[in-house]
T-cell receptor
Framework: EPEVTQTPSHQVTQMGQEVILRCVPI?????FYWYRQILGQKVEFLVS??????SEKSEIFDDQFSVERPDGSNFTLKIRSTKLEDSAMYFC????WGQGPANEKLFFGSGTQLSVL | DAKTTQPNSMESNEEEPVHLPCNHS???????IHWYRQLPSQGPEYVIH???SNVNNRMASLAIAEDRKSSTLILHRATLRDAAVYYC???????????FGKGTTLSVSS
């Protein structure tokens, strides 16, 4: 079964450093998402991306965050200057039809655990 | 946006059916009802979704009340692997993201 692949599985960085989290969505999918989950808390929506632009973002997704689809397969989340509170599990997701999740399912990756020291 | 209410936790025994309830009294006529689950240390996983009629797939069944103000996710025979957090979600509209609540933590005992 096709799956969303995320790399690396664990990332340790120093506060203030830039990190890039990488995702390979399922190949025929059109909608891409980033979520995060701080330990013991809810899964939080960050951003959705469709047709090479951000379609929706949450309050968490401030100027320190950016997303990019640099080629036909990868989808990346960049955090420019990491803070301690950015430590979380980051999940990438994708969906097929490009009409949003009202009548379609999202496929999630297994996540990247980001630790900011 | 339509809100959902789920119990914080439920317990089940292995091989018994599990009924996970979700209340969504402010649901609109076009809101789909989605269920996802999150196994320990994994990303969320799609379980099932529906609009009006009851739905079945290989993982579970979704029973939707006639007035659509509540729904129940049914796991026909719980296994230890079904221990997870189960989320009932109503996407606000087409083209918007899924917003996860706290869900129901299901424990399964052997």
């Amino acid at each position: 079964e096709p799956e969303v692949t995320q790399t690396p599985s664990h990332q340790v960085t120093q506060m203030g450093q830039e990190v890039i989290l990488r995702c390979v969505p399922i190949s025929n999918h059109l909608y891409f998402y980033w979520y995060r989950q701080i330990l013991g808390q809810k899964v939080e929506f960050l951003v959705s991306f469709y047709n090479n632009e951000i379609s929706e973002k949450s309050e968490i997704f401030d100027d320190q965050f950016s997303v990019e689809r640099p080629d036909g397969s990868n989808f990346t989340l960049k955090i420019r200057s990491t803070k301690l509170e950015d430590s979380a599990m980051y999940f990438c997701a994708s969906s097929e039809w490009g009409q949003g999740p009202a009548n379609e399912k999202l496929f999630f990756g297994s996540g990247t655990q980001l630790s900011v020291l | 946006d339509a809100k959902t209410t789920q119990p914080n936790s439920m317990e089940s025994n292995e091989e018994e059916p599990v009924h996970l309830p979700c209340n969504h009294s402010t649901i609109s006529g076009t809101d789909y009802i989605h269920w996802y689950r999150q196994l320990p240390s994994q990303g969320p996983e799609y379980v099932i979704h529906g609009l009006t009629s009851n739905v079945n797939n290989r993982m579970a069944s979704l029973a939707i009340a006639e007035d659509r103000k509540s729904s129940t996710l049914i796991l026909h025979r719980a296994t230890l692997r079904d221990a997870a957090v189960y989320y009932c979600i109503l996407p606000p509209q087409a083209g918007t993201a899924l917003i996860f609540g706290k869900g129901t933590t299901l424990s399964v005992s052997s």
